[in-house]
Each structure stands twice: as C-alpha cells, then as structure tokens.
C-alpha cells in the first residue's frame, strides 16, 4: 500500500490530476494516509478498500520496469507516473483529497482518528462535512462519538447534541436541587438539635 500512494502521489505532484480538482488537499491527504498505515491507524475496511483500487490504478509490470531505471531518476520518475491508470484513478485521489480538506480544517489528529473509524470513501466524505461545521472541535466529536458521528447528518448531529446538552442541563439541575434539599435536611437538623440541646439545659436547671 506505502508504494502504491508513494507512485499516486507522483504523478499528482506532477500535475496528473489537475482535472480532478485534486492539488494540494490530494498532496496533504496522501501523506496522511500513509501515516496512518505506517502506524497502523487506518480501519481495517479502509485499507482493504484503498489497495483493492491500487491493484486496479496501477500497472504494476510498467512499475517494475521503472524500478529498473533508478540508476536515471528523471526516467524512473516517468515511467513511475507513467504507470498510474488515470482513468481509474479518481475514486483513490477524491478519497485522498477527503482526507487533506478534513486535516486542512480539523488537523491531523483529526484526519488519523477519522481513517481509523472510516469504512470507505463515503465515510470520509461524511467527515469532511463534519470537519467543515465542526472545525478544531472534529476530533473531540470522533472521540466521543466514534462511528455514530460519522453516520449521524448534520442536522442530527445537530439534534443529538440539544439533546445531550438538555439532559447535562437536567442533570446538573436535578444535582443542584438535591443538594439544596440536603442542606436544608441538615439545617433543620441542627436547628432540632440546638432546640432540643436547649430544653434539656431548661429541664436541667429547673430541677436545680
């Protein structure tokens, strides 16, 4: 998988895809990707789906024979990119971008934790949404949420964030309200004591 992305972001450093839209997001998305499997944060799911579309993107007969022109990088670079199926390339280099525009937007931590909890493309472009609304707050959200942040809308996310927020609010309310009764019980409770405390010193002193 390393030297499949290595040879794709070849030929888009290169320029291959400018058609696609793809550019820097597509350069900072494949550096990710390789980061996240070197250091094995990438779903199992994902990995399978991206070397599934390398076996499919890349001639790998042209890249063995570009490994046989080290000795000239300017040919190696060439054959290397070369050896890149453009037209099936898209799905793998939109994916890659996905991943650049969520770290653009929420950071790299962000875009490891949204690999590792990805399925498949479709995941990450939920992501991407989410990195869009959410900002620096993406990550904290994955955590807490893990999958169910990727497969809630954003309106629904939306919603079960009021929802979450009401019941913390009724929580903390309830808490406040049953610590005032306690300091009231306790209040009352002293205040009986002291009464009573009193009466026996009145008993007390008319027997004297």
């Known amino acids: 998988m390393i030297l499949g992305l290595a040879v794709v972001g070849i030929a888009v450093t290169a320029g291959t895809y400018a058609s696609f839209g793809a ?3 597509a350069r900072i998305g494949l550096s990710a990707v390789k980061a996240a499997r070197k250091t094995g944060r990438i779903g199992a799911n994902m990995a ?7 076996r499919e993107v890349i001639d790998w007969s042209a890249l063995r024979r570009a490994g046989s ?31 650049g525009r969520v770290q653009s937007r929420a950071g790299t931590q962000a875009a490891l934790d949204g690999l590792k909890l990805a399925q498949g493309p479709r995941d990450v472009g939920r992501i991407v949404k989410l990195a869009e ?8 959200i994955l955590k807490t949420l893990g999958r169910s942040a990727i497969l809630l809308s954003i309106a629904s996310f939306n919603l079960a964030l009021w929802i979450f927020g009401a019941i913390l ?20 409770l002293a205040q009986k004591k002291e009464q009573e405390r009193a009466r026996y010193a009145a008993l007390v002193g008319q027997r004297a």
């Open 133 to 140: 609304k959410k900002g620096g707050k993406t990550r904290a």
């Open 169 to 188: 609010t009724l929580f903390g309310f309830v808490s406040s309200a049953k610590s005032a009764v306690e300091r009231s019980t306790l209040r009352h």
């Open 48 to 54: 399978q789906w991206i070397s599934r579309s390398l």
């Open 23 to 25: 550019g820097t997001p």
């Open 69 to 99: 022109s080290l000795a000239e990088p300017t040919v190696a670079v060439r054959a290397a990119r070369e050896a890149v199926k453009v037209e099936k390339a898209e799905g793998l280099v939109k994916l890659v971008s996905d991943v």
